[in-house]
């Protein structure tokens, strides 16, 4: 429900008083301040406009119907939780540290183990590729050396039928000499 404005009220005052579930319920927040991007929480008025407008207006509105027991009792809980939180996150700084040390280790051994794995990847698609390519010529190498050992063999019996024919003039023309020296 709206409630009035006053006239000291400040743009960050006029945004809260003037919301409503119906009409601004899915907008986004956009809370209305005057922080700048070079402010620092060192000083007061910069944490005061921070607190009073980095709320949403229904987590305000939400607390606002809390009695004043409740909305304590909440600051109570809360405040002892974060204080409980801040001091064993304190104690446990170095521990975490040195865990995200040893993860960052873990993470760069991974990254490192995950390229020579990609790098062995493709040095066996290419060892593969190479195997292929070498047992297609093998092949290949193997059908053409069958064909040179046929021509070859062929070549050979022609070779040896000349050989055989001038072995058998030469026999024969052996053989007339020989006659013509021990025949009388």
């Known amino acids: 429900m709206p ?8 743009v960050g005052n006029i945004y809260y008083k003037t919301y409503t579930e119906e009409a601004h319920g899915n907008a986004p927040h956009q809370a209305s301040w005057g922080l700048k991007q070079k402010d620092t929480f060192l000083e007061f008025g910069t944490c005061h406009d921070w607190f009073l407008n980095s ?14 027991d409740g909305l304590y009792q909440a600051y109570v809980v809360g405040e002892a939780n974060t204080r409980v939180a801040n001091h064993q996150i304190v104690r446990e700084w170095r521990t975490m540290v040195k865990e995200r040390d040893e993860w960052e280790k873990y993470r760069e051994r991974l990254v490192r183990q995950v ?11 290419e060892e593969k590729a190479k195997f292929e390519s070498d047992r297609k010529s093998e092949e290949w190498g193997r059908e053409g050396l069958r064909g040179k050992l046929r021509a070859v063999e062929d070549l050979l019996a022609k070779e040896r039928a000349k050989w055989e024919k001038i072995c058998e003039k030469d ?10 020296i021990t025949d009388p």
């Open 115 to 125: 390229k020579e794995f990609q790098k062995a990847k493709a040095g066996f698609a």
């Open 171 to 180: 026999n024969q023309r052996m053989y007339t000499t020989r006659s013509k």
């Open 3 to 10: 409630q009035t404005i006053g006239p000291k009220d400040t």
């Open 55 to 68: 709320f949403r207006p229904g987590e305000v509105n939400r607390q606002r119907a809390r009695t004043h």
